[in-house]
């Protein structure tokens, strides 16, 4: 239904605009007065509009572009040091015994015990889950990198010696404030750019499986 609606919207939009432009042309006698009229009516009624479109589609599809080559891993610790840290490969496997557990289900102690914030680098982030019997796991769940583009965040940090081990950093993707219509993108008919796709990190589940063992 809404589909209907925006599309008998547009259709309406496409009269309008087409009567502000060559109306001007047959009621007005003098050609450069109506030329002038023609265009300031085309302008107003969708040229305007297609500017300030093409300029944010820009601005957002760079945007997505410089939050791209923020998308990475950032190691801190070692997979190998940090096996060594739990103290050998036999204890390194067996923290896989320990259930993941996420906020909701710690014991009050353990809500006491561990922080629900934790600031790094600048950025903030909130527990979202403990692994491993002592990793916690934060999350930003957004965090402004321009005007335009967000990046996502977790990080790794392990309770027992207090260091984080690393982070993960993506970019989801953004798009332009135009609508899409019956799953066609109205920025791709008008020829302007719809944001920027997806940016991961390679070999993030490969980096993963270094520092916690998989049964």
Avoid at 1 to 23: D, E, H
Avoid at 111 to 136: E, S
């Amino acid at each position: 239904m809404l589909g209907v609606a925006i599309l008998l919207g547009l259709a309406l939009w496409f009269i309008i605009v087409c009567l502000a432009t060559f109306l001007p042309l047959i009621l007005i006698k003098n050609k450069r007065a109506a030329c002038i009229v023609a265009f300031i009516g085309f302008m107003l009624t969708f040229g305007g509009w297609w500017i300030k479109w093409f300029i944010e589609g820009q601005r957002t599809y760079w945007a997505g572009v410089e939050a791209c080559k923020q998308a990475k891993l950032t190691i801190y610790v070692q997979p190998e040091k940090w096996i060594e840290m739990v103290g050998g490969h036999k204890a390194w496997q067996e923290l896989a015994d320990s259930e993941e557990k996420e906020m909701s289900e710690l014991s009050e102690k353990e809500k006491q015990t561990y922080p629900a914030t934790f600031t790094f680098k600048g950025i903030k982030y909130d527990f979202h889950y403990i692994t491993h019997k002592r990793v916690l796991v934060y999350g930003t769940d957004h965090y402004a990198f321009n005007d335009y583009a967000s990046l996502d965040s977790y990080l790794y940090y392990d309770w027992e010696t207090k260091t984080v081990l690393y982070t993960y950093t993506w970019f989801s993707g953004n798009g332009n404030s135009i609508v899409n219509v019956a799953g066609v993108s109205l920025s791709n008919l008008l020829g302007i750019r719809n944001g920027h796709k997806e940016c991961n990190p390679e070999n993030e589940l490969e980096i993963y499986k270094k520092y916690f063992y998989w049964k």
